[in-house]
């Protein structure tokens, strides 16, 4: 996904993957009753998260369907970005979506 400096739209948007025991991908969709879910954001070569937020469980949670709405200065910063979701469901067991790279072009 491709943004530029200074963006606040649209927002981060992603459906999250139910992972078995195993920690395999299921083909279906986490199901985010009770859950709490966090956005994540650092450039490739960083430890830190440069946003590390609270995102928003979109309609039914059992979908799986969650929402990151970008922050003023998010995006001020020109680069190549990774972002995940960091989920904590109900029973406290916390699964970490596949990072994503994410482009922030100067304006």
Do not use: C, H
């Not at 279906?28 to 609270?54: E, I």
């Not at 799986?64 to 029973?91: C, H, K, M, P």
């Amino acid at each position: 996904m491709r943004y530029v400096t200074g963006d606040t739209g649209p927002a981060y948007t992603a459906r999250i993957p139910l992972k078995d025991n195993d920690g395999e991908l299921t083909g279906s969709y986490a199901d985010l009753t009770g859950a709490t879910v966090n956005f994540q954001m650092r450039k490739p070569d960083d430890k830190k998260y440069q946003v590390n937020q609270p995102a928003t469980v979109v309609g039914d949670p059992a979908a799986g369907r969650v929402s990151y709405a970008w922050a003023a200065n998010d995006l001020g910063i020109a680069g190549t970005y990774e972002v995940q979701f960091e989920v904590t469901f109900a029973d406290t067991s916390i699964q970490t979506t596949e990072t994503e790279t994410i482009t922030v072009e100067r304006q």
